[in-house]
């Protein structure tokens, strides 16, 4: 997955819906870990669309 | 590395987790709070609608500085904007009763906590839970960009929706798809309507959950809405969701924003554990938002105070363990366990219901003279009116 610095609001809507506990969030990153298993929650939870999976 | 000691660590500073510092620091509890965010309160992430009855019972005086509009009332609007619920000041209910703005609201309350005691840390992230012998003994922090360990004799995790404390400590906290709504808002000025009620949509125009509108001052309104996830269909989906209501609705349109607003609110049934030996959850980071309004302050200030009045007995019993945390188990349960068990039951069934079933359920509430509005009161009206409706849960109305 990566996040969209443009679009995201760091409200951690992300964060908190991740089933793996894969996303890590301090007051201006989001960053993604290994335990990510592309299930994309993440991308259809984010309210400002700033989540897609990498190219 | 910089280690700082105390009895109880708490990782966030929201309402939750001032309470927790304030009571327990009140109770001579060693109390460090700590902040990831530079500033308390802010950024927003709230519709700040609160209701009034019950601050002074967990010791929040009132004042005007964050107290940001004084309504009448609310309403209750049906799908067609045709029938409304309305519930009025005169009947005391006292669901709802203030907008407020968490910018001082927040900072309200981490005042009251360090005048109680506590310290205060900005701008420090916890990373991780530090073990000693098996036991939880504080967080691992970075502040200002240096790390840090905090050993504390307990971690209170109040960080809100994104919690990360509770599942470094193995409890299960995490959300099921149908148990999480997705939300967009703005503070939006220029608006022609109605300041002295707040307003709940229901309906299609925010599958699953509700738009609302909550009077900051005379044309000046937080406008969001929050969809379930399981109804988006593509990415972003929940902001063309309001920008199309705003853009529909005749005193909105108008309407530009001075900030956005988005965030996740969690609507689950309560959680089975939220302490374990040396570690508490309270707060939003306790699942403990109610399922029907998405309104999680009251429940985290009550969790707050119940939280820390029992870390100061640990602390007098030098005893961490759930011996003297179970009591917290115990207060908030007693507290607002079957109300959240209810509400999510009811929730579980809202979601269900077509646009047709909510006009004729409004229309029908609408009718009914309710002494004092609440969601309790008002599912008891339901369940006068469409008994069929709260069926699998009508021992809890």
Not at chain 2, 138 to 159: F, L, M, T, Y
Request: proline content about 4%; glycine content about 8%; aromatic content about 8%.
């Amino acid at each position: 997955m990566k996040v969209s610095a443009e679009r995201c609001h760091h409200c951690g809507a992300c964060v908190g819906s991740c089933p793996q506990n894969a996303i890590f969030m301090n007051d201006f990153i989001l960053e993604f870990g290994e335990a990510c298993n592309n299930c994309r929650r993440c991308i259809k939870v984010c309210p400002v669309a700033a989540i897609s999976e990498e190219d | 590395m910089r280690t700082i000691k105390c009895d109880v660590v708490v990782v966030g500073a929201g309402p939750a987790g001032s309470m927790t510092a304030k009571w327990a620091a009140l109770g001579g509890a060693d109390v460090v709070m700590i902040e990831k965010r530079p500033e308390i309160g802010s950024p927003i992430r709230c519709g700040e609608g609160i209701s009034r009855s019950w601050l002074d019972r967990v010791g929040i005086k009132v004042d005007p500085k964050w107290v940001a509009r004084t309504v009448k009332g609310a309403k209750i609007v049906s799908p067609s904007g045709n029938h409304f619920v309305m519930i009025d000041e005169s009947k005391a209910g006292n669901e709802v009763g203030f907008v407020v703005d968490r910018v001082f609201f927040d900072k309200a309350l981490a005042r009251d906590a360090a005048e109680a005691g506590a310290k205060i840390m900005l701008k420090t992230a916890a990373t991780s839970l530090i073990y000693e012998d098996g036991r939880i003994a504080g967080v691992k922090a970075v502040s200002h960009g240096e790390p840090v360990e905090i050993r504390a004799s307990c971690v209170v995790g109040a960080d809100g929706f994104e919690s990360q404390v509770g599942r470094w400590a193995g409890i299960d906290t995490s959300l099921k798809p149908t148990d999480i709504i997705t939300c967009y808002q703005y503070r939006l000025t220029n608006i022609d309507y109605d300041p002295d009620y707040t307003e709940f949509l229901l309906g299609s125009v925010a599958p699953g959950g509700y738009a609302w509108i909550f009077p900051k001052d005379d044309n000046t309104a937080n406008v969001g809405l929050g969809v379930l996830l399981t109804r988006l269909k593509k990415p972003g989906e929940v902001k063309e969701y309001l920008d199309r209501w705003i853009a529909r609705d005749p005193r909105l349109k108008n309407g530009q924003p001075l900030e956005a607003v988005s965030g996740a609110v969690s609507v689950c049934a309560p959680l089975d554990s939220v302490a374990i030996d040396n570690l508490l959850l309270v707060g939003d980071a306790a699942r403990m938002i109610n399922p029907i309004t998405g309104g999680g302050i009251a429940n985290s200030c009550y969790a707050g105070m119940f939280a820390g009045k029992v870390l100061a007995k640990a602390v007098k019993a030098n005893d961490f363990s759930m011996k003297v945390l179970q009591e917290y188990e115990d207060d908030w349960r007693a507290k607002m366990e079957n109300g959240l068990w209810r509400d999510w039951m009811a929730k579980e069934k809202l979601i269900t219901l077509s646009d047709d079933t909510l006009e004729m359920l409004v229309e029908a509430v609408s009718k009914v003279d309710l002494e004092k509005i609440t969601v309790h009161t008002l599912l008891a009206a339901v369940k006068e009116t469409y008994p069929e409706l709260v069926k699998e849960f009508e021992d809890l109305i």
